[in-house]
């Protein structure tokens, strides 16, 4: 039966015309809420407004919205009813509803409306039909970039369809119809099912398990390395040296295989032992023996302590030796023996790092001196000495009476025949050489003078001394290897004399000490950035000679300090001063006023000395940063050598003055010969064609 409408839903405002058309292509029934729509080539925007005034909702059409519909439904539909026929006519034709908060919907076209304000939708959500919704599915067992691809071939994506993965949270983000949206998440559910991923571990009686892992991950690389094998199907593979297991995870199927396969393997050598040849990549080998040697005595006495009384533990044969030619250990030994053994190489057997240490020597010395003295002479009262002064008053007069000669002599004779006879002796030259070794050892002013038979000598001298020794050493060495540095010479030290029975053949025996700048250093790397320093630092200069041989001035420190990377640490400031000063004169006499000074002899002098050594280390564990503090010193080098050309030279020229080249990580050869003679060819037609 069919219904017509009680009244038309036709606004007054409408011509008689357009009244008369409406009604003829359009038919909807409302009794009690129940509707019978059927629309014949009606305008899509009036299609809406019918509908928004049957459900009493107010609609607001996009511009965009055009085109003519024919529907017509048979079965009354509630409101409910009819609102989903709404949905599913605007779906047909590529529109939307966007419901608002507001009890406002709009009507969009199909492909903008994933980009409204459609509603978010949680799992326990009962929409349906094609109302436009956006839900959140997590995923809990597939990973989503995989799963993405499949679903968008299944949305409607030229629409108001969307797929997005976000892969931090491994979930999926659905847009479009909400029955689309909801076949799209039964799709993911019956999907999303955790596969037989279980986990089983097998425990190795004979074999090692790195050497197992090792076998198998080498053949499962030809069987299941192929194209199109399914990531589930390949097992994932780990051994446990700790307790000498292998851990296999994945399908039940592919664990069967590899248990059987470990088990097939896993089984006993036919002789007691076997040889194992360990490559090692950083540790020596030699050094090493000694390590292993000691692991396996201790091993094999814990067995013997565990050993029942009535089962004693037989004694192990195991050989262990370096092969220093190609840095390798040979082991013969047990399985057990060996996977212990193994252990314990690779855990030594590791990079170390490098610790760059940079000292600063600073040494300032200052030292002043003066004397003052009076000494007097007379040939025959005697004279005053004073042992504080250049030289000796009686050094100097018996010198200077070797200095003067003596004057020739006349002698007269009477021959046999009673004649008398003259003979005159020539005058005898000076020995100036005693009176040269004795002004040779006076320093200052020295002023004589002899009046008859009395004689004085006036000394003064001043001095001053300053000094100043910088050194910056830099040494390079690997954790906990002592690293020696010095810049200095050898001298030598006279350590004993022999003579013949009859003092003939003569001979000294002569050693040879170090003096200089030395810097013996053992770094430490501890955990973190802190390194542990044994230091031995020795300033050594030679100051002169004794009686006996040469005295050295040494200054030493000798020290353990914990410093940061990169920090700079002072080991110690060494403050040697020393004031002296002597008075020689005669008693009484030299305690006269004023003419005292004439009978009496001064010397003061002042010396001081102070040594600094500040220390930085800097870890190095990489290539890289070695190269950047190599360049660093380098260019640091080369920069004062520019320096240096820049100032020039006043006496030579300045391309003496050598200059490094550009750094260059590269090594850079020198021409070959051939190289060099098609260069110089080059060069001298070059230089024909310019003359």
Not at 37 to 56: A, R, S, Y
Not at 264 to 271: G, K, Q
Not at 629 to 643: F, P, Q, S
Request: net charge negative; with cysteine; aromatic share 6%.
């Amino acid at each position: 039966m069919r219904l017509f409408p009680r009244k038309p839903f036709i606004k007054s405002t409408l011509t008689p015309v357009i009244t008369m058309a409406a009604v003829s292509c359009i038919s909807i029934s409302a009794i009690a809420s129940e509707f019978s729509p059927n629309f014949k080539n009606t305008d899509m925007g009036e299609f809406v407004n019918i509908v928004g005034k049957n459900l009493k909702k107010t609609m607001i059409v996009d511009p965009n919205v055009r085109g003519k519909i024919n529907v017509r439904s048979y079965d009354v539909l509630t409101e409910e009813q009819y609102y989903q026929f709404f949905l599913n006519v605007l779906e047909v034709y590529g529109f939307a509803a966007v419901k608002m908060d507001n009890n406002i919907i709009k009507i969009i076209r199909n492909k903008d409306a994933k980009t409204s304000s459609i509603p978010v939708v949680g799992n326990n959500a009962t929409i349906a039909g094609d109302e436009m919704v956006t839900r959140v599915v997590e995923v809990k067992n597939v990973t989503v970039r995989e799963l993405v691809p499949l679903l968008r071939q299944l949305s409607d994506q030229a629409g108001g369809g969307n797929v997005v993965n976000y892969d931090p949270a491994n979930v999926i983000m659905l847009t479009g119809s909400a029955a689309v949206v909801n076949r799209l998440v039964n799709i993911i559910e019956r999907v999303d099912k955790a596969g037989d991923q279980d986990v089983q571990i097998i425990k190795l009686k004979y074999a090692s398990a790195s050497e197992m892992v090792r076998i198998i991950e080498a053949m499962n690389k030809t069987t299941q390395g192929k194209p199109g094998t399914p990531t589930f199907l390949i097992p994932k593979i780990v051994a446990d040296d700790r307790t000498n297991s292998v851990i296999v995870s994945g399908e039940g199927q592919a664990r069967e295989r590899i248990a059987k396969l470990v088990a097939r393997l896993d089984s006993e050598l036919e002789t007691n032992g076997n040889t194992r040849v360990y490559y090692l990549k950083y540790s020596k080998a030699e050094d090493l023996v000694d390590v292993l040697q000691g692991v396996s005595e201790s091993i094999q006495a814990e067995e013997q302590a565990g050993t029942s009384t009535k089962r004693a533990s037989k004694k192990r044969n195991i050989s262990i030796d370096a092969h220093n030619d190609t840095n390798t250990l040979v082991i013969t030994a047990q399985p057990d023996m060996l996977r212990s053994l193994e252990a314990v190489i690779r855990k030594l057997d590791i990079r170390r790092a490098q610790v760059l240490v940079e000292a600063i020597i600073v040494e300032v010395f200052e030292g002043d001196g003066a004397s003052l003295g009076v000494q007097w002479y007379h040939e025959d009262a005697g004279f005053t000495q004073f042992t504080n002064g250049p030289a000796p008053i009686s050094s100097v007069a018996a010198a200077a009476q070797l200095a003067q000669g003596e004057k020739g002599t006349t002698v007269t004779t009477i021959d046999g025949n009673g004649n008398p006879v003259t003979t005159t002796n020539p005058d005898t030259d000076g020995d100036y050489s005693a009176l040269a070794s004795v002004l040779g050892g006076a320093s200052g002013m020295m002023l004589g003078f002899v009046d008859n038979d009395w004689g004085a000598i006036i000394q003064a001298v001043n001095s001053d001394t300053n000094s100043n020794i910088l050194s910056t050493p830099s040494i390079t060495t690997l954790d906990n290897e002592e690293a020696y540095f010095i810049v200095g010479q050898e001298i030598p030290i006279i350590t004993g004399s022999t003579t013949g029975s009859d003092n003939s053949n003569p001979f000294q025996t002569v050693d040879r000490q170090e003096v200089g700048i030395k810097l013996k250093v053992t770094p430490q790397v501890n955990e973190g950035s802190g390194v542990q320093l044994t230091i031995e630092q020795e300033v050594s200069s030679v100051s002169g000679t004794t009686g006996v041989d040469i005295s050295i001035n040494k200054r030493e420190i000798k020290t353990t300090v914990m410093a940061d990377n990169g920090a700079t640490v002072i080991l110690g400031g060494l403050i040697d001063e020393d004031v002296q000063e002597s008075q020689q004169k005669v008693p009484f006499l030299g305690d006269l006023p004023l003419i005292g000074a004439l009978f009496r002899s001064t010397s003061n002098s002042v010396r001081k000395r102070n040594l600094m050594v500040f220390l930085r280390p800097t870890i190095i564990r990489d290539g890289n940063l070695m190269n950047q503090v190599t360049r660093e010193k380098y260019n640091y080098i080369r920069a004062d050598e520019l320096r240096k050309q820049e100032l020039g030279l006043k006496l030579l020229d300045d391309e003496k003055l050598p200059l490094l080249p550009d750094w260059n990580e590269s090594l850079v050869l020198p021409p070959s010969f051939d190289e060099y003679m098609e260069d110089k060819e080059q060069n001298k037609t070059q230089q024909d064609k310019e003359q």
